[in-house]
Nanobody, 120 residues
Framework: QVQLVESGGGLVQAGGSLRLSCAAS?????????MGWFRQAPGKEREFVAR????????TYADSVKGRFTISRDYAKNTLYLQMNGLKPEDTAVYYC????????????WGRGTQVTVSS
């Protein structure tokens, strides 16, 4: 099992910044190959934000956040980050951390989420 706990959400004005963290733990964490961030706004489906390979740190971003958000990880601390700059009201959502084992075709561990609210 892998446990994921997000933190760092909050209320920020448009143009501001936040850094989300996702602390990962569990005896099977060594099997994790990819970690990512997703978000879900009220009344909308969950959408992909960014992902990173745990080994090698290859990154991928949604077009809507490219150039504004940066995903990173601290290998020693088993922690995933999402630096969000230039926040817009449309970035308001619950942000979720997710992890995918190398043996699985999709993300199979999810955190409970952290709320990000951007005021105009």
């Amino acid at each position: 099992q892998v446990q994921l706990v997000e933190s760092g959400g909050g209320l920020v004005q448009a143009g501001g910044s936040l850094r989300l963290s996702c602390a990962a733990s569990g005896r099977t964490f060594s099997s994790i190959a990819i970690m990512g961030w997703f978000r879900q706004a009220p009344g909308k489906e969950r959408e992909f934000v960014a992902r990173i390979t745990w080994i090698g740190s290859s990154t991928t971003y949604a077009d809507s956040v490219k150039g504004r958000f940066t995903i990173s990880r601290d290998y020693a601390k088993n922690t995933l980050y999402l630096q969000m700059n230039g926040l817009k009201p449309e970035d308001t959502a619950v942000y979720y951390c997710a992890a995918q084992r190398s043996s699985k075709p999709d993300y199979d561990y999810w955190g409970r989420g952290t709320q990000v609210t951007v005021s105009s």
